[in-house]
């Protein structure tokens, strides 16, 4: 007796979806990110308008003064959806872990010196609460946003915010030996100390801005491209001796801001060149940010560092990066 093992080659009657084929232009095969991201926003059969905002729909182009002809042409180059961000974000926290052992098994920091320790805590803690008020920032634009492609980072830059927030606590814990204090210390200086207060009221007065596409420009160019960058860029030299286990601790701020830059600068680029009214509406609206930035900053620079040059390298930087992407600053 003899068996005789075939194989069949089966062809799929369909290589996708048809809402995916419609915009392929054909049934072709699709990627997963085109399939996880394209045409999934809710259009139709929507029961009421929200009693809170009745002269929108939950889902309207209309809540941003920017026009698009279409809201899937801003794509994610790092092809983000569900699992390969949360596949990303896994990989990442496996090197954060690694550096607080590192730097945990040493006592890296709580060998410092209390100046050292205290200039810590009131200089780096209170950045904290700017991570939280951007993760408020970013799960706006999700909300109120339109076109999953663009909807769908935002979500995931928000539980990135609040993943920083989170290392930034966790090296307070390392600085007051897991009591809790320096946090309340650095909460403090947050709502008191006149180097924070720019930073505060900036934040503070993007809460209420209700145009999304505006909140973003504030959010990429304004708070991430200066705020940010002031604080994990351009501090470095403020934490002497503590310099190189902080960057340790605070390598993934660095990294993220590399990654988030390629999606939020394609984003901003491809809304502006769409027309000629969204290139100037944008270029005002970042060149409004990223002064109110640099205003915000300017104390906190001062400082850290003794003037106010880092503040003036991180806007100018800023400025850099917008005119790049086609804005008139």
């Known amino acids: 007796m003899t068996v005789q093992i075939k194989t069949i080659d089966l062809e799929p009657k369909r290589h996708t979806f048809g809402h995916i084929a419609r915009r392929l232009g054909g049934d072709k095969p699709a990627t997963r990110y085109q399939e996880a991201t394209l045409d999934l926003q809710a259009t139709d059969n929507f029961h009421y308008k929200p009693l809170w905002e009745p002269e929108y729909w939950h889902y309207d182009t209309r809540k941003t003064a920017v026009v698009m002809e279409d809201w899937y042409k801003p794509l994610d180059p790092r092809q983000f959806y569900y699992a390969t961000y949360n596949i990303s974000r896994a990989n990442a926290n496996q090197a954060v872990e690694r550096n607080f052992t590192f730097v945990e098994e040493r006592d890296l920091l709580g060998k410092l010196d209390a100046a050292l320790k205290a200039k810590l805590i009131s200089g780096l803690l209170p950045i904290r609460h700017l991570h939280w008020g951007s993760n408020m920032n970013m799960a706006e634009a999700c909300q109120r946003g339109y076109g999953t492609a663009v909807t769908a980072p935002c979500i995931f830059s928000a539980g990135d915010h609040l993943g920083m927030a989170q290392i930034v606590s966790r090296i307070g814990l390392l600085l007051d030996e ?152």
């Open 178 to 329: 897991q009591t809790g204090a320096a946090l309340d210390t650095a909460k403090d200086a947050w709502m008191n100390d006149p180097a924070w207060q720019g930073v505060r009221r900036l934040i503070e007065d993007t809460f209420v801005e209700r145009d999304w596409f505006h909140l973003y420009v504030a959010q990429t160019l304004g708070v991430n491209a200066v705020l940010l960058d002031l604080v994990y860029k351009h501090a470095d030299a403020a934490w002497g001796p503590a310099a190189v286990p902080v960057a340790m601790l605070t390598e993934f701020m660095a990294d993220w801001r590399a990654e988030e830059g390629k999606w939020s600068d394609a984003v901003v680029k491809t809304v502006a060149a769409e027309s000629e009214a969204n290139k100037a509406l944008i270029s005002g609206w970042a060149k409004t940010w990223i002064d109110r930035a640099e205003a915000a900053a300017r104390p906190l620079a001062t400082a850290l560092l003794g003037d106010a040059a880092a503040a003036t390298a991180a806007a100018d930087a800023a400025r850099t990066r917008a005119r790049s992407l086609g804005l008139s600053l």
